[in-house]
Structures are given as C-alpha cells and as structure tokens.
C-alpha cells in the first residue's frame, strides 16, 4: 500500500508532455498577428515557417537547458553566463516590451469592439487611443487590489478566444471557396513566396519573431518532464505545429475574403468576419464574436499585467537597481507604483494613434518596437547560454540542447538580423517618410530598452536593496 501511494505521489509530479504542448500553444498562438500576413495571401506560409526554424526552435530548446539547470530566469541566466548588470538588461527588456506591447494588443481591441458598436470607429485613432488608456488604467486598478477572479481567464481565452474562433474563420473561408467565390488573394504556386522588393520586404519576417517569443517562459516546465531529453523536444515539435497551424490557417481564410489593399491590420479579423457573415447572411453573429475576441484579449492581459513586472521587482529589490518608490508594494501586496509608472508610458504611446494618420501604421510600429526591444534579451540569453556551458559544463541540468552551439550561433544571428532589418520600413509602407520611421523605431528602442535601464544602473544605490522574502524567492 505504502509503495503504491509513494509512486502515485511521485507520478503526480509529472506533467506529459503533451499537456506542456498544449501549455505552450495557449501562451504562444493567437488571431491577433493574422491579419498583419494575410496581407501576403498565400505567402504567409512562408513568412511564418522561416521565423519558426531560425528563431522558434533555438530559442525553446536553448532556454529548456538553462530552465533545467538555473532557477531565477532570464536575470539569472545572463546573470551567472555574462554579468549582473547585463543580466538586469535582460530582465528589464523582458519587462520593457510590455509598454509596447500593450498598446498594440489593446488597439486590436479597440478595433475589434468597433465592430460591436460602430465598425467606422476601427480606423479611428483618437478612438482607439482612448480605449487604450482608459482600459489600461482600469487594468492598473483591477490588477493592484490583488484581485484574483480573472486568473482563470488566461487558460479559456485559449477557447474562446482563439480555437472557437479561427476555426469558425477557416470552415466559413472553405464552404466560400468550395461554392465557386474567388479569393481576394491569389493561390497559386506563383504566390508562395511574398514579392521581392527589395530589403523592405524581409521587414515582414521580423514582426513574426515576436509570434513566437515568450518560449523561454515555457520552458521553465522542463524539470516537470519525466524524461526531459526526449519528451521536451516532442513537445515543442508539437506546439510548433500547433502554432503555425492557429497562425497560418486564419491568415490564409482572410485573404480569401478581404482584399490586402483594404485590410487593416488591427480590425482585419472582425472585416473577415463581416465579410463572411454578410456573405452567407447570418451578419447577426458578428457583435457575439466580437465579444468573444474582445474578452480573451481582455482575460490575457488582466493575467499578465502585473506578471512581467515581478522579475524586475525582485531584482531592483536584492541589487538595489530601482529606487524604493518603484519597489513599493501596496496593502495588496501588489507593486502599484511599477504599473503606474509602465502606465505613463503606455499612455504616452498610445497618443500615437491619435497623431499618426493611419492606425494600422502606428500598430506596425508598435509591433516592431516591441520586437527590437524584446531582441536584445535574446542576443544575451543566447550569449549566456553558450557561455555557461563552455565555463560550467558540469553544473546539473535535468535537459541538455543537442548542438547547443550551433542553436545559440543561429538564434543570435537571426536576433541580430531581425534587429537591424526592423529599422527598414516595410514595403506596404514604402510611401512613407523612412527617416521619421527610423527615428520613431530607434528612439522607442533606445530610450526604454537601453537609456533607461542604463540610467537606473548608474544611479543604483546600496541604501535602495530591500530583503526579499523567502516566499518572493
């Protein structure tokens, strides 16, 4: 009996690896990016699978082994591979990016509610500007009394928000080809890969990277693995199939239906739905999907708000990097301050979408930024990674990346790459003035993801470390 309870006990321990697949998938895959490559058509293929093998794959394998062996994340990876403050950059980049990337998700919001309301508004950008600082700020709020009811939001938007809905997108984009109706977007073999026009049209590749970051955050659930060594690769061959399937699908069923021309790029999910519910007259199912795709964005980044921020706290806690106003916590426990002052920000930039003309230019660079900043923590974990396992080869990892080197050469090279490109504007934007875009792209890039952290570095003080608890820990 005893011996049956102690290995039901240790049994429990163990996630399958299919379940971390499915993890995986639910924090990687969404509808969102679809529109931005369904304005390729059937090149999009193509523009999905090259980040998947030159970025997906080093990144998830590279950060399982440093999961195995160093708890801490990223700050204690570049931390124990490269340097202290090196590590503080990382963190503070994976915290940085959310500056951005809110704006950009909530503008999808924005854009998708209009479609609830007044579809009109979706082009707006004084609109979309202010639903993205009123509901950031009410975000703020939720998030600093410590509430804990949207919790389980993260795990349904899944559902609700991804499966349901692309798959209700791709059978509704079959059943109107299958019944004669030409596609907006030209399928045919001379269409698989996008039009070469020149440097601007690799730019594309780029804002697909940020798809698929967020890998090394998974990767945590290694040691939860029976076998780390053979069922951590299946799994994430497993989610990279999903992924590529929830991003390809939808993008290709919206090209079918809308024109590229006037596809906007933070309401083309909702056009492609209009188009098809006006198509086969059931148009009264647009405000329920609406709603639905609403919702989930809205779960995710309740969830999420204050999670990014944690790292950041602990370590401006423990090195003294960040001065105590920011470290602060509330009654709730909760580093309100840390969310007001990312709310500045995010607020600032979301007064973009009031100045800049079109909104679907102004999420673009959004999204790109967002991708630059986000790089810089790569290039360093990878760096990190190849590091620690030159100087401590024997320290204890419950997985080791086969060809380790070689993925970080590759995972750093395309990272530096998709950097540099990201400041060229891209092809459907070539009208546009390419100084302006690269002093928007470079200044948000320099100023949140390299001054500012520099700064705080600079002036860290030792009368600024805070114990960390052992719970924190």
């Known amino acids: ?31 969102r990016s679809a529109p931005t490559m369904a304005v390729y058509g059937l090149a999009c293929v193509f523009l999905y699978i090259v980040p998947a093998v030159l970025f997906l794959m080093p990144t998830s394998l590279v950060a399982a082994e440093l999961a195995s062996g ?22 503070w980049c994976q915290f940085a990016m959310t500056i951005f990337y809110y704006p950009s998700l909530l503008a999808y919001v924005a854009s998708t ?52 809905p692309g798959t209700l997108l791709v059978v509704l984009g079959l059943v109107f080809l299958s019944q004669g109706n030409p596609s907006a977007a030209p399928m045919d073999s001379a269409h698989l890969l996008p039009a070469w026009t020149g440097l601007a049209s690799l730019v594309l590749i780029v804002n697909n990277f940020l798809s698929y970051a967020g890998m090394e955050m998974n990767a945590v659930h290694v040691s939860s693995l029976r076998n780390p060594g053979k069922e951590f690769p299946k799994a994430m ?33 909702m056009q492609a739905f209009d188009g098809f519910f006006s198509h086969f007259h059931i148009g009264f199912l647009t405000p329920i999907v609406g709603i639905a795709l609403v919702a989930a964005a809205l779960g995710g980044m309740l969830t999420w708000l204050a999670g990014p921020s944690k790292g950041l706290l602990l370590i401006g806690r423990s090195e003294g990097y960040l001065p105590p106003v920011l470290t602060r916590l509330n009654k709730h426990g909760v580093q309100q301050n840390m969310l007001v002052a990312q709310g500045v920000f995010t607020t600032a930039i979301a007064l973009l979408y009031a100045l800049i003309p079109n909104v679907s230019s102004a999420y673009w660079i959004l999204s ?6 986000y790089l ?79 700064l705080f570095y600079r002036n860290r003080r030792e009368s600024w470390k805070i114990a960390v608890p052992q719970e924190a820990e």
Do not use: E
């Not at 290995?7 to 993890?23: E, F």
């Not at 399937?245 to 993008?251: G, K, Q, T």
């Not at 790109?368 to 900043?373: L, P, Y």
């Open 368 to 373: 790109v930024i967002t991708t630059q900043v």
């Open 113 to 164: 509610f209009a479609y609830i309301i007044h579809p009109s508004l979706a082009s707006n950008g004084p609109y979309v500007a202010i639903v993205i600082i009123t509901v950031y700020w009410a975000g703020v709020y939720v998030s600093s009394r410590g509430t804990k009811t949207v919790a389980g939001l993260s795990s349904m938007g899944l559902i609700i928000g991804t499966l349901i």
């Open 1 to 31: 009996m005893t011996g049956t309870a102690t290995k039901a006990a240790t049994t429990t321990k163990y996630l399958s690896w299919v379940t971390l697949a499915l993890m995986t998938t639910s924090s990687v895959a969404s509808l």
């Open 376 to 454: 810089i923590m790569y290039v360093l974990m990878f760096a990190a990674a190849a590091k620690l396992r030159r100087d401590d080869p024997d320290h204890p990892r419950g997985y080791r990346a086969p060809a380790l080197y070689a993925l970080c050469l590759l995972g750093s090279v395309s990272s530096v790459a998709a950097f540099a490109i990201g400041f060229v504007p891209p092809s459907q934007f070539g009208s546009g003035n390419p100084l302006m875009y690269f002093a928007i792209v470079g200044g948000g890039m320099g100023i949140v993801g390299l001054l500012i952290p520099y």
């Open 237 to 269: 061959a497993l989610a990279a199939g999903l992924v590529l399937v929830i991003f390809i699908l939808p993008a290709l069923a919206i090209s079918w239906v809308v024109p590229s021309a006037s596809l906007s790029l933070t309401a083309g999910v």
């Open 70 to 91: 160093w708890d801490g994340g990223v700050y204690k990876w570049v931390g124990d591979g490269l340097s202290k403050p090196l590590g503080f950059l990382a963190v």
